[in-house]
């Protein structure tokens, strides 16, 4: 089955630090670039990072500086590192390959709180 598969979120208190991961069946990710979103709910998705084929990454405005978005081949999985975690980072991450997917995945929570 090609699916992407995310884990890893919780609750986590603010300065905290998570880390999602995506885990790929059918496809082999370091073929694509594979970004993190994430989405509260009653608002759109929103980009957060990106790791193109080539390793290199962008970021979000909103996070740069705080996560970080990497891949490891022989896992077949894309993370997202999390340090410094704030009220405002609560939503669903999803993740999806470029082109995406036309369905996505259960996604996973992710609630900064005291």
């Known amino acids: 089955q090609v699916q992407l598969v995310e884990s890893g979120g919780g609750l986590v208190q603010p300065g905290g630090s998570l880390r999602l991961s995506c885990a790929a069946s059918?496809?082999?990710?370091?073929?694509?670039?594979i970004r993190w979103y994430r989405q509260v709910s009653g608002k759109q998705r929103e980009l957060v990072a990106t790791i193109f084929s080539d390793g290199s990454t962008n970021y979000a405005n909103s996070v740069k500086g705080r996560f970080t978005i990497s891949r490891d081949n022989a896992k077949n999985t894309v993370y997202l590192q999390m340090n410094s975690l704030k009220p405002e980072d609560t939503a669903v991450y999803y993740c999806?390959?470029?082109?995406?997917?036309?369905?996505w995945g259960q996604g996973t929570q992710v609630t900064v709180s005291s």
């Open positions: 999806n390959k470029l082109p995406p997917f036309t369905a």
């Open positions: 059918g496809i082999i990710v370091s073929r694509y670039a």
